[in-house]
């Protein structure tokens, strides 16, 4: 089973700071990788697929980079809703969520 | 606009079994893979099973392989999962969720307690 680690497994940052998550999958996965955000007591949402392409509706400060085994999530300025813990996921062999990423504020 | 709701969930004694559903609605259900995630309490996402949209195709993580049995009724717009012999590890909040990859829409999840 490819497993996908996510670092750092928390952060603390300030509103306006720029942020970079990384996802390392144990193998190739061309670019079948996506980001979900999830807030405390709700569901997850989608904001990027296939490593790169924003999901509608999604603000443009979240961006997506990566291919194979190393993949970024980038939040270029931070905004007080966007305090929340941040998953990545691969679809190329079934289905594997990394362990998360808390972004809490500094 | 897409929605997903489950039910289902309640407290379990370990050994027992539950069927979860899932009400889809907003969408050509039949067009669409569907997937069962769940998340222990305090715990990051654990995928559980996928179901392909005509039913052919299924597939399940380890962890349930041969307890868990997922299904669906296109003409009911719904998405099933059976669960036997569940144990206290299988303690979740299980969200029924649209697609694949990527997976777009979830549900508000239902709460599954497996205890004595």
């Known amino acids: 089973a490819i497993q996908l680690t996510q670092s750092p497994s928390s952060l603390s940052a300030s509103v306006g700071d720029r942020v970079t998550i990384t996802c390392r999958a144990s193998?190739?996965?061309?670019?079948?990788l996506a980001w979900y955000q999830q807030k405390p007591g709700k569901a997850p949402k989608l904001l990027i697929y296939?490593?790169?392409s924003l999901e509608s509706g999604v603000p443009s400060r979240f961006s997506g980079s990566g291919s194979g085994t190393d993949f970024t999530l980038t939040i270029s300025s931070l905004q007080p809703e966007d305090f929340a813990t941040y998953y990545c996921?691969?679809?190329?062999?079934?289905?594997?969520f990394g362990g998360g990423t808390k972004v809490e504020i500094k | 606009q897409v929605q997903l709701v489950e039910s289902g969930g309640g407290l379990v004694k370990p050994g027992g079994s539950l069927r979860l559903s899932c009400a889809a609605s907003g969408f050509t259900f039949s067009d669409y893979y569907m997937s069962w995630i769940r998340q222990a309490p305090g715990k990051g996402l654990e995928w559980v099973s996928y179901?392909?949209?005509?039913?052919?195709?299924?597939n399940y993580a380890d962890s349930v392989k041969g307890r868990f049995t997922i299904s669906r009724d296109n003409a009911k717009n719904s998405l099933y999962l059976q669960m036997n012999s569940l144990r206290a590890e299988d303690t979740a909040v299980y969200y029924c969720?649209?697609?694949?990859?990527?997976?777009?829409?979830w549900g508000q999840g239902t709460l599954v307690t497996v205890s004595s």
């Open positions: 179901i392909s949209s005509s039913s052919s195709y299924t």
């Open positions: 969720a649209r697609g694949l990859s990527p997976i777009d829409y």
């Open positions: 996921q691969q679809f190329n062999n079934l289905l594997t």
């Open positions: 296939d490593a790169s």
């Open positions: 193998q190739g996965i061309s670019s079948a």
